[in-house]
């Protein structure tokens, strides 16, 4: 009977050992904010960040405004801050604007993260990015080249926000790396903002095609712009004349890349960067570290750089006519 007692109180303490760090992480909130909801690159992140809450045991919140604006994302952020909540994953659309408020979110003792596009790197514990900025911009630019057949000529870059530091960030480093290794490569014009709207890529792309007959490459950096650009230079009977690559959805670039508008697209699967996001800033909540190398699940393993808080998930997908079908995202 003695035995039985103690077998039963350990098992006992057990289950209430165990229940109460599920419900500590339940009784976390981790708000993701997109730079905006409703376009397929930010509902793939939300699909992957509520799938780490389910799988994980904690509250998350995925919540951002319907148009890439800062003054929204500051308002929203000041709610949740009034609420509560223990992490806020945020990518700004424009990092010097949401500085304020977070590091008021920092004061109210709130774990503060970006991820997607970088913050004020001393108001975040962490940085959760997709690849290596300087290595991704170097690539389009190769693929450019590559889809063009030469490496001298004119071409344009389209991109999503002049706001927006990750795309900055891509373009920075593919003009520095332009310059040096295709010296004869002619940017014809300053990057031309779409506002992350696919309708804008596309009358831009047209005006840009009406503008300088001799265009032979498009950049598009925000996932809608190569999309609004292909359907340009398709609608025209350009698609042999204009290369088209950029950063864009298999599944919103499948017509495009099987028409030829588009030569090449290339990501990361944003359901993953949404897992990730949440599953670091569970970690951090719990204390734990976080590590070069490490594996994540549903992630895989991730690179941490010397600073302890930059996290890059990993290099990205090209995706083209003959591959595109093996993705669904």
Do not use: C
């Amino acid at each position: 009977m003695k035995k039985l007692t103690i077998v039963l109180l350990a098992l006992l303490i057990a289950m209430t050992v165990g229940s109460g760090v599920i419900m500590a992480q339940e009784d976390y909130t981790i708000l993701v904010m997109p730079k905006l909801v409703g376009i397929p690159y930010f509902n793939a992140s939300e699909t992957g960040a509520l799938q780490a809450g389910e799988d994980l045991g904690v509250n998350v919140e995925y919540a951002g405004p319907t148009q890439a604006d800062a003054a929204a994302q500051v308002k929203m952020i000041e709610d949740y801050i009034t609420r509560g909540v223990d992490a806020i994953a945020v990518a700004p659309n424009d990092p010097a604007a949401l500085s304020p408020v977070l590091k008021k979110a920092r004061e109210e003792g709130i774990l503060v993260l970006d991820w997607d596009t970088p913050a004020d790197k001393k108001l975040v514990d962490y940085s959760v990015h997709q690849i290596d900025d300087q290595a991704y911009g170097e690539h389009i630019v190769d693929l450019l080249v590559e889809e063009m057949g030469t490496d001298e000529g004119d071409y344009a870059i389209l991109t999503g926000g002049l706001s927006a530091a990750n795309l900055n960030s891509w373009i920075d480093y593919g003009l520095d790396y332009a310059e040096e290794k295709y010296p004869d490569l002619n940017l014809v014009t300053e990057r031309i903002p779409t506002d992350e709207k696919q309708q804008e890529a596309y009358s831009k792309t047209l005006n840009l095609l009406r503008a300088y007959p001799n265009l032979k490459g498009i950049i598009g950096i925000s996932t809608p712009a190569p999309i609004g650009a292909a359907q340009a230079v398709e609608e025209r009977g350009l698609s042999d004349e204009v290369a088209v690559v950029g950063t864009s959805l298999p599944n919103d670039s499948r017509p495009y890349l099987k028409s030829g508008a588009l030569d090449v697209a290339t990501l990361w699967e944003p359901d993953k960067l949404g897992y990730l996001t949440v599953y670091v800033a569970l970690e951090a909540l719990k204390g734990n570290e976080i590590t070069d190398g490490m594996e994540v699940p549903e992630v895989g393993k991730i690179e941490v750089w010397e600073d302890g808080k930059t996290i890059i998930m990993g290099p990205p997908t090209d995706f083209t006519a003959e591959n595109v079908d093996q993705f669904d995202f």
